[in-house]
């Protein structure tokens, strides 16, 4: 059978996007029959034989939207610009290893796009790399997928060994611009094909020797599988971030294949550098100069001071916040919850402020090892003020003060806002500083010069949100706080209890990306110290809260 150009050309194209998919035989048997003038029948792939059906039918666009629509979102974002043809994109995939955005920008980095297409394409895909500007991830939800696939993977492929989430998830950066799973495997091609069935074949949108690219849970998850000795490499690529891996280009070249990722930055004659540090902010020029710090970590924590409950948008009682808090091994936490003129779902009304403090103190009695601080998050008005009157704040073991509504104020008005509360007596901590939303919305344009001058000189503490809504303040501004002498309080801002874990730890690794050690910590000193800390404020004492 004679076929006509026009589809002679479809079944090559379609060629090309199986291969950007796949090493498999289809392409060349599609390419052969194409050759021959003729319309494969069927392959061994469902999935492709369904679209050359199409293509016989007279259907050839629709076979090739389809397949389009089943490979990886940066080549077909790059085949939609206009910038690469498809026979150009599978040559990036299969002899570029270049399958995502992160992908791309280390090939940028190394040479890769340079040596494949020539210097003058690999700077139209420099330039086109730098105004992408693709949103990311929310580092919630990239947890959420991540977290379900493990526990596929961990009983789908048991063999598997060393699996933990890389790239911004590893980073804890607040946007993930791609969801990374590093394993190891004696046999990686064995996993790989476990890991592919995974999803229907039209979800998985890339396979290689030892990769996999799923659409899995309505996400694009890169799952990697390492043999043993090279397992430190792929971690430490798949890590990033961009900026973190040129400056290590810089300083040991493309190095070599190593099996702990220890070994990759002795390869440059450096110590190991924590994750949440690999962005480029002088993390390496530190580390050469052995002035790393030691940063945060989960252990040092021993409370939380930011929780709500049911009494207002909190989905757990108060006696269920309590018991979860004492499972985790806490010292001492604080029941907070919003003042009643907060925008929240539910508040605090203050009729029943007696009544909640009358319930913490019967929960001290069952509790007795872990202090129960009664406190609230109160709102700072739009005139300044804060929204429970002082004789009721009086009677609060903690107050913290947020700005919830920045009420159309521009950036003088909602940081004179927030210095007023910051001045108050009784306020201990300004909780999530800039309220931004992650992916939603940036944080409020404070003067956070003036605010963290003020908060070191009346000993108010600045808070590290670990709500992954929040995760406020982010990394660069807590090391900012850090370094202008400010304390600062890692909490949770948890509303039900199966969180309170996970939202530490995010504020942990939030803080960690702002370079932050204990000694700057309020919630990793003990109890006697956080009572002291509050009792110095409120008797304008004024510490600072330098470590």
């Not at 995939?93 to 955005?101: A, D, M, P």
Request: aromatic share 4%.
């Amino acid at each position: 059978m004679n076929i006509p150009s026009d589809l002679r050309s479809t079944l090559q194209e379609l060629a090309d996007w199986i291969e950007i998919r796949t090493a498999s035989p289809e392409a060349g048997q599609i390419r052969r029959s194409a050759g021959a003038g003729a319309i494969p029948a069927f392959t061994s792939s469902p999935f492709v034989t369904t679209l050359l059906q199409e293509v016989a039918s007279g259907n050839g666009s629709r076979a090739l939207s389809r397949i389009r629509a089943a490979v990886p979102s940066m080549v077909r974002h790059l085949f939609d610009a206009g910038l690469m043809t498809p026979p150009a994109l599978a040559r990036l995939v299969r002899h570029g290893g270049v399958v995502t955005l992160d992908d791309l920008g280390l090939a940028a980095d190394d040479g890769r796009l340079a040596r494949l297409f020539g210097e003058g394409t690999a700077g139209v895909l420099r330039k086109w790399l730098d105004t992408a500007g693709q949103p990311g991830t929310p580092l919630g939800r990239a947890h959420d997928v991540a977290d379900a696939l493990l526990v596929q993977l961990a009983r789908a492929a048991p063999t598997l060994t060393a699996v933990e989430p890389a790239g911004g998830i590893r980073r804890c950066d607040s946007l993930v611009s791609g969801i990374v799973i590093v394993a190891r495997s004696d046999d990686p091609g064995a996993a790989v094909h476990t890991i592919a069935q995974l999803e229907p074949e039209p979800g998985v949108l890339h396979r290689s020797a030892r990769r996999v690219i799923l659409n899995y849970r309505q996400a694009e998850v890169d799952v990697r599988v390492a043999a043993p000795d090279e397992h430190g490499t792929v971690l430490f690529t798949t890590t990033g971030s961009r900026a973190h891996y040129r400056g290590m280009l810089t300083s040991r070249g493309r190095g070599g294949i190593y099996p702990r990722e220890e070994q990759v930055y002795a390869s440059a004659g450096l110590p190991w550098i924590a994750p949440e540090l690999r962005e480029g902010t002088g993390e390496i020029e530190a580390a050469a100069a052995g002035r790393l710090p030691t940063l945060i970590e989960p252990r040092h924590i021993r409370g939380d001071l930011h929780m709500h409950s049911t009494y207002s948008d909190g989905r757990d009682s108060v006696d269920a916040m309590v018991s979860a808090c004492h499972e985790l091994g806490y010292e001492y936490i604080a029941i907070t919850d919003h003042s009643e003129g907060a925008a929240a779902s539910r508040t605090l009304a203050a009729s029943e402020v007696p009544r909640q403090r009358e319930e913490i103190a019967r929960l001290r009695e069952r509790y007795p090892g872990m202090a129960i601080l009664h406190g609230v998050e109160v709102d700072i008005l739009p005139g300044g003020g804060l929204d429970f009157t002082d004789a009721i704040l009086e009677g609060f073991d903690i107050v913290l003060a947020s700005l919830h509504d920045d009420a159309g104020h521009d950036r003088a008005r909602l940081t004179k806002r927030c210095l007023a509360a910051i001045r108050h007596p009784l306020v201990t901590v300004i909780s999530h500083p800039s309220n931004r939303l992650v992916g939603r919305r940036d944080g409020y344009p404070l003067d956070f010069d003036a605010i963290f001058a003020a908060a070191a000189e009346t000993g108010t503490a600045l808070e590290i949100d670990g709500a992954p809504g929040h995760l406020d303040l982010d990394g660069a501004r807590a090391r900012a706080a850090a370094q202008a002498g400010v304390t600062l309080a890692i909490d949770s801002d948890c509303h039900r209890a199966s969180s309170l874990r996970r939202q530490m730890l995010l504020g942990v690794g939030t803080a960690r990306r702002g370079w932050i050690e204990p000694a700057q910590v309020l919630t990793a000193r003990p109890i006697e110290a956080v009572r002291a800390f509050i009792r110095a404020k409120r008797q304008g004492l004024f510490p600072g809260g330098g470590a």
